[in-house]
């Protein structure tokens, strides 16, 4: 059995968690959080359906991750297995490069008002030295925070220009 490597990344979003929602599992949202390093297409046939609109464990098609929006280097075989919309998912479905990838987001009312954010990522590459894993768990912990830090910026508003 391959080892399993995972991380957690939460941030908290000033903006309603049904706001929130709407813009994290759409497929603008989506590609806004990865954007510059990479976008992601929908499955062929998926068109602009949300996360909320996918059929549960059934593999939907293949999603291509494009470095840099441009350049196809590897591919998500998306499969929900978990919904609450409005609330929570979760994804388990193989890559050109994982054997397991598995991904559950979850919004919920944050202290304070606005929304926390949570990700949980595990994953199992398919085929690489023992040594891979422990530094592709630090470049994909990074890569998680920059969607984090991006989804924030896009609900914190323009920024201030000057003092008050």
Same mark, same amino acid.
């Given at each position: 059995?391959?080892?399993?490597?995972?991380?957690?990344?939460?941030?908290?979003?000033?903006?309603?968690?049904?706001?929130?929602?709407?813009?994290?599992?759409?497929?603008?949202?989506?590609?806004?959080?990865?954007?510059?390093?990479?976008?992601?297409?929908?499955?062929?046939?998926?068109?602009?359906?949300?996360?909320?609109?996918?059929?549960?464990?059934?593999?939907?098609?293949?999603?291509?991750?494009? +470095?840099?929006?441009?350049?196809?280097?590897?591919?998500?075989? *998306? @499969?929900?297995?978990?919904?609450? /919309?409005?609330? !929570?998912? &979760?994804?388990?479905?193989?890559?050109?490069?994982?054997?397991?990838?598995?991904?559950?987001?979850?919004?919920?009312?944050?202290?304070?008002?606005?929304?926390?954010?949570?990700?949980?990522?595990?994953?199992?590459?398919?085929?690489?030295?023992?040594?891979?894993?422990?530094?592709?768990?630090?470049? +994909?912990?990074?890569?998680?925070?920059?969607?984090?830090?991006? *989804? @924030?910026?896009?609900?914190?508003? /323009?920024?201030? !220009?000057? &003092?008050?």
């Amino acid at each position: 059995m391959p080892r399993t490597w995972g991380f957690v990344r939460t941030s908290h979003v000033a903006a309603p968690p049904d706001a929130v929602w709407r813009r994290m599992v759409s497929p603008d949202g989506i590609n806004d959080e990865m954007w510059p390093w990479l976008t992601m297409s929908a499955p062929r046939g998926a068109g602009d359906l949300t996360i909320d609109g996918l059929p549960l464990g059934v593999p939907v098609g293949r999603a291509w991750l494009r +470095l840099g929006g441009v350049v196809p280097f590897e591919y998500d075989d *998306l @499969v929900i297995t978990e919904l609450e /919309p409005g609330r !929570r998912f &979760r994804e388990e479905s193989t890559m050109a490069t994982m054997r397991r990838w598995g991904h559950e987001r979850t919004v919920t009312a944050g202290a304070g008002g606005g929304a926390t954010v949570t990700d949980r990522v595990d994953f199992a590459p398919r085929v690489a030295p023992a040594w891979i894993a422990p530094l592709l768990r630090p470049v +994909l912990a990074a890569f998680f925070a920059h969607r984090h830090r991006r *989804l @924030v910026r896009h609900f914190a508003g /323009p920024p201030s !220009r000057g &003092r008050g």
